[in-house]
């Protein structure tokens, strides 16, 4: 069975950038994996560092079992998720034992440091996988297969410069969007934060704008999930796109975007 691991920072991170594709692959017969890098701790103006912890734990467990995904605890706190190497052995870790086909991940330029440390010890990671000479914690069995990376647009669909961004790969996410809202709604002790902090009205109903918004780009779909393939180089012995050749109807490839890619040195 293949298989689909989405590395993101903090609990409900998956469920704002990945799930409706993930759904979409599970559909398919995918096997889902579901790893938060950061704690949360971090994410209330109501309850201490640890206990909110703890609740945003409990929460990210439940969403995982709602999108039917097998779940991995976080490795660090909000806001000290550095590119640091014993941080990375813990993802090398986790990547191995789902021995994932395809890694979901944040955008490498993004509006918060989290979010873009995430995505380098993910790529990082990843270009491990095969290393029977890089110990990873705990201890876990290398594998031969390929490996494909996908980055989700960036939060705002903008880079930290506000520069915009477009995708190579747009998905269908509307089919799922339900199923997506209801592992969000685990996450009830963000709707309060969330408004709070970063001024984002209901939690649920940013959700759909987002994916209104990249349905918008793709230029086909009223909803979507937009995604940039990582450079093949040291993970797969070919330039391959599985996340494609996976979801065939359900997706669709910016031409353009992928043309300027692929065009030659002058």
Known sequence: MPSCLAIFAH???VEYFAA???LQLAKRGWDLHYFDLCAGNGGSVQMDGPTTATVRLAEAQEAARLLGAKFYPPVVNDMTLTFDIEVMRKVA???RQSRADIVLTHALSDYMEDHMACARLATSAA???GMPNFDT????TPYAHDVTIYHAMPHGL???LRQKVRAGLYVDV???QDQARKALAAHASQKDWLDKSQGMDSYLLTLDKMSAAVGALSGKYALAQGWCRHLHLGYSAANIDPLRSALGADCVVDTVYEAALEKPFP
Do not use: E, K, L, R
């Open 20 to 22: 409706g594709t993930m």
């Open 11 to 13: 609990p409900d991170d």
């Open 137 to 140: 914690v705990p201890p876990a």
């Open 158 to 160: 903008c880079t930290p």
């Open 93 to 95: 870790a986790v990547i």
């Open 127 to 129: 270009f491990t996988h």
């Open 174 to 176: 509307a089919p799922v």
